[in-house]
């Protein structure tokens, strides 16, 4: 088969951005618990690619004087805005801070803090602050607020109508008080400039287990602005028993139509992944089920599927199992006319490989995903020139000895990009670039 080998160039590694001198005006340093505010688009100060410093990276994020920054947030969250700048949103000292770079990841901006008052944040693997843009230079944040309860949050939601000058005062988007589980947000914008919000919600267990009635995992739910984020929708449910630990995706679609997947439970506990359909405050396509692989397991597994649709609406997705008929990452098209999983392949069968991402750019589709080999972890890549049907060999595009984030792909409109923060090299952008080469897939990659 003709597929395509890598040539995976790395744009850039942030500097370590821990200026903590900085000319003028108070450091974040100085006041991690009261961070200045100022305008995004225009901050004076900048956080440096190639600056040498006396100590580790590792050594520089320990210490409380570090300023927050792209290398040290543990969970950063990449979004590329219309104009072409790379932003990230991450949390840090119980503050959502957003910072851009105009030159791929060579140098950003001073972080500027979303929320005033610090909350405590969920910020990891799975659960992330995140970063959405309006059509007329709306700031869209969301995030999940820890509550007192364990494993319980409130989906958080603010926003800037000046370019970042200022910042809503922080809201909950949640419409009842149970001290339940509202976990995993996920935000998107349809093409009629609707904002969703998505996220896991157990309000339905909670009222199940005072009824002393089964109810297994959580419930997905939503809630649609259509003021651009001044006043939200009632929440809707999209559907019972959904994986209670496991993010969720949503892609946006033409004709106003946004398209979730998650990890399902369906009975015996297998966790399969499902889809619907979200157009404004109504669920036009009730859930239907993507995978069959019958992962039979009553426990967490911390690994939610990734989608991206193709500008003819096939959604390609990936997912990891643990076990079932086929353990390991998954790849899968899926035809949503005919709710038919029209091609799937075993991406990686090792039992050190995790956390899949998918990009589709027009029928070029690209699958990166982590494994541990050795004592590194590896980042490795494969691309389809057919929207899905046969697949290039592997290839290592980084690799760290120490601990790592997830990483993402990315796309500015016509390049792909490949995000990744590690705990040695700080923040990382890659991009990726091919030529042809004649090769077949070896499905464990090994």
Same mark, same amino acid.
Request: charged fraction near 15%; charge should be negative.
């Given at each position: 088969m003709t597929a395509s080998e890598f040539h995976v160039a790395s744009v850039a590694r942030c500097g370590l951005a821990t200026l903590l001198l900085m000319p003028g005006g108070i450091s974040l340093a100085q006041s991690p618990d009261q961070p200045t505010s100022g305008k995004v688009a225009q901050?004076?100060? &900048?956080? $440096?690619?190639?600056?040498?410093?006396?100590?580790? %990276?590792? @050594?520089?994020?320990?210490? #409380?004087?570090?300023?927050?920054?792209?290398?040290?947030?543990?969970?950063?969250?990449?979004?590329?805005?219309?104009?072409?700048?790379?932003?990230?949103?991450?949390?840090? &000292?119980? $503050?959502?801070?957003?910072?851009?770079?105009?030159? %791929?990841? @060579?140098?950003?901006?001073? #972080?500027?803090?979303?929320?005033s008052t610090p909350e405590l944040i969920y910020a990891d693997k799975e659960n992330r602050p995140k970063l959405a843009f309006g059509s007329k230079g709306e700031i869209y944040v969301s995030w999940t607020r820890k509550r007192a309860a364990k494993y319980s949050g409130e989906i958080r939601f603010s926003r800037s109508l000046d370019n970042g000058a200022t910042f809503d005062a922080p809201r909950s988007v949640i419409d009842e008080g149970a001290l339940s589980s509202h976990r995993f947000d996920n935000m998107a914008i349809d093409d009629q400039g609707r904002l969703y919000l998505a996220w896991i919600d157990k309000r339905d267990k909670v009222s199940a287990d005072a009824a002393d009635k089964v109810y297994p995992g959580a419930a997905v739910y939503y809630s649609v602005s259509g003021d651009g984020g001044k006043t939200f929708s009632p929440n809707i449910k999209v559907v019972d028993n959904s994986c209670e630990c496991c993010r969720m995706k949503m892609e946006v679609a033409k004709g106003g139509r946004v398209h979730a997947l998650w990890r399902n439970i369906y009975p015996?506990?297998?966790?399969?992944?499902?889809?619907?359909?979200?157009?404004?405050?109504?669920?036009v396509k009730k859930a239907v089920r993507v995978s069959y692989d019958e992962w039979q397991v009553d426990a967490c597994p911390h690994h939610g599927p990734d989608i991206s649709l193709d500008p003819s609406g096939r959604m390609h997705t990936t997912w990891f199992n643990g076990g079932g008929k086929r353990a390991g990452l998954v790849y899968g098209r899926f035809n949503g006319e005919q709710d038919l999983l029209e091609y799937d392949i075993s991406i990686d069968s090792s039992a050190s490989a995790s956390h899949p991402r998918v990009l589709a750019i027009g029928n070029t589709v690209y699958i990166a995903w982590k494994r541990f080999v050795g004592d590194a972890t590896e980042i490795r890549l494969l691309k389809s020139l057919d929207a899905g049907v046969t697949w290039s060999s592997h290839q290592v595009v980084a690799n760290t000895k120490n601990e790592s984030d997830q990483m993402f792909l990315l796309s500015d409109g016509s390049q792909p990009y490949l995000s990744w923060r590690t705990d040695d090299e700080g923040y990382q952008l890659f991009a990726l670039e091919v030529r042809q080469v004649n090769r077949a897939i070896d499905a464990n990659n090994g």
């Open positions: 901050s004076g100060h &900048h956080q $440096h690619a190639g600056d040498k410093q006396d100590q580790s %990276l590792e @050594q520089t994020c320990a210490s #409380p004087f570090s300023l927050p920054s792209a290398n040290c947030a543990k969970a950063p969250m990449p979004i590329f805005s219309k104009d072409g700048r790379l932003w990230l949103s991450f949390a840090s &000292h119980g $503050h959502v801070y957003l910072t851009y770079s105009s030159n %791929l990841g @060579q140098d950003f901006s001073a #972080p500027v803090a979303v929320n015996d506990f297998a966790r399969d992944n499902a889809t619907a359909i979200l157009s404004g405050a109504s669920v």
